[in-house]
């Protein structure tokens, strides 16, 4: 029986600071993390990731449990009524008196930089002449850091989980199940939302794509997040060249665990595309990734036939 599904997944973003971190004096400072040897690459957060998910969800046409949250202070109590909002399914919640809480059966990796971080910076102003003053009284300067970067992210669904609310998480004497229709139709809006990924901040100036430019999915019978550690890349006479061997390693690894493998590519990114649809085909058909998404979502559409409608 499928325990989980993998996800893996690259984006591409051009010019922007999706995800800022504080703010130093007039600079906007991006999310870096420092790695062994010393130098930073960028990293967009695994809440803004969950944040733009949920945005797509809505788009999509799925009402958000949080307009219906009640704000008291500091403290945000949830409607907990996970059988009628998706998020809610799929995010979590927790109560603040705790005595309710769903950990989110949707696990998402923070989204991290596959190239250092090269100091490059956005400079912004605004003159007061614009507002009727005279030039001589000047207007406000600040600057942004920015990147152009290739980022991997992981997303691991736990399948057991998915519509499926134990007494405790709803405080009712038992649980409650989802059919598995509405079970489904939910991962495939999870799926089309990740298709559609877009968001952060500075999006008035510095708009990013956040979609797939390589997906990988795998429906598992164990529960791991396979394609957390399995990309690696570099840049050469300006295409991004995706490394093979982890990502052969991490789908070998787990060939005994794998129940459907799909991988999605979009042309004209990749400076090795004829590698790695020679190399990785033995895996399953390497399609466009809207098609391969589409096929995911196909292939979530087989879970659970076993179980009453």
Known sequence: ????????????????????????????????ITLADGTTIPYISGQAIRRMLRDRLEELGYQLSEPFSEVKGQEVTPPVRPWEFIDEDLFGYMDPSGGRRRTSPVRVSAAIGMFPFQGDRDLGTRSFERFGQAMSAGGNMFETEIYSNLFKGTVLVELDRVGIFKPMEISEDNEKILSAEERRKRLQALLDALNLLWGGGRTARMLADLSPKFFAYARLKVK???????????????????????????????????????????????????????????????????????????DVSGLWKESSE
């Open 1 to 32: 029986m499928s325990k989980a599904i993998a996800i893996g997944y690259l984006a591409k973003v051009s010019a922007g600071n999706v995800n800022a971190s504080h703010t130093e004096g007039n600079v906007v400072v991006t999310k870096k």
């Open 224 to 298: 791991h997040p396979i394609f957390l550690e399995a990309f690696a890349a570099r840049y050469e006479d300006g295409k991004y060249i995706l490394e093979i061997e982890p990502l052969k390693n991490a789908l070998d690894k787990f060939v005994e665990y794998s129940e459907n493998i799909i991988l999605g590519l979009e042309p004209g990114i990749f400076g090795n595309e004829d590698q790695i649809h020679s190399e990785l085909s033995g895996y399953g058909k390497i399609l466009a990734v809207h098609e391969a998404i589409a096929e995911a979502k196909g």
